[in-house]
């Protein structure tokens, strides 16, 4: 059974750093989902990684997957305040998504 | 396109009181997803629908019910609610779920914050 594990839980940075956000799927899984919850709301897909390899840019953030090592990261360039949000990655199981825990950024001026 | 729909955004129950939450999608989505969002629990599956008619449990199936009469609603009942049931309840759609299968992203509804007292 799929299992998909996110770390950190909770990561609290200052404006214009770098950092990276890892999620880590116990067995095969050839894709690869990446949402943002703002606090209150709905979740809003971010990436589709359909592929071993596959990465994807949008503004600051980054996603990338790499299907041998069953690992996916967020990469997040020189965060901005608007970025703070929860993060979920979320694997392809049997006829469902398997979502990771979700990790807490929040991104202080 | 509406996309997913909730109703409603917001209810109170007392404990033992019984509610449907509506939930609807124009996008011809074959599966469909209930889940609940507790602080700290992230997003937990409560049943989920392959098909019109078809339903299935998930992670945490007990105490309620869905029913997937029509191909764009899916419906989850609580019979007699208990305080353990007070929670944000998300429902999502997706083309797909099957492994292999085109893109499986799903898409979600605003959500419903239920309250049981």
């Known amino acids: 059974e799929l299992k998909v594990e996110q770390n950190p839980l909770f990561l609290s940075m200052q404006e214009g750093k770098n950092y990276t956000i890892y999620c880590n799927y116990s067995t095969t899984s050839d894709r690869l989902y990446w949402y943002r919850q703002d606090p209150g709301k709905s979740l809003e897909s971010l990436f589709v990684l359909l592929s071993n390899g596959a990465v994807k840019q949008e503004g600051r953030l980054m996603a990338s997957l790499d299907t041998k090592a069953r690992l996916s990261t967020l990469h997040i360039t020189a965060a901005v305040h608007d970025l703070s949000a929860t993060y979920f990655c979320?694997?392809?199981?049997?006829?469902?998504?398997?979502f990771g825990q979700g990790t807490r950024l929040t991104i202080n001026p | 396109n509406a996309g997913v729909t909730q109703t409603p955004k917001f209810r109170v129950l007392k404990t033992g009181q019984s509610m449907t939450l509506l939930c609807a999608q124009d996008?011809?989505?074959?599966?469909m997803y209930w889940y609940r969002q507790d602080p700290g629990m992230g997003l937990r599956l409560i049943h989920y629908?392959?098909?019109?008619?078809?339903?299935a449990k998930g992670e945490v199936p007990d105490g309620y019910n869905v029913s997937r009469l029509k191909k764009q609603n899916f419906l989850l009942g609580l019979e007699s609610a208990a305080p353990s049931q007070t929670s944000v309840y998300f429902c999502a759609s997706s083309y797909s779920g099957l492994a292999g299968g085109i893109n499986n992203e799903q898409f979600f509804g605003p959500g419903t914050r239920l309250t049981v007292l």
């Open positions: 979320a694997g392809q199981g049997a006829q469902k998504l398997v």
């Open positions: 996008m011809n989505h074959e599966y």
């Open positions: 629908s392959v098909g019109e008619g078809t339903t």
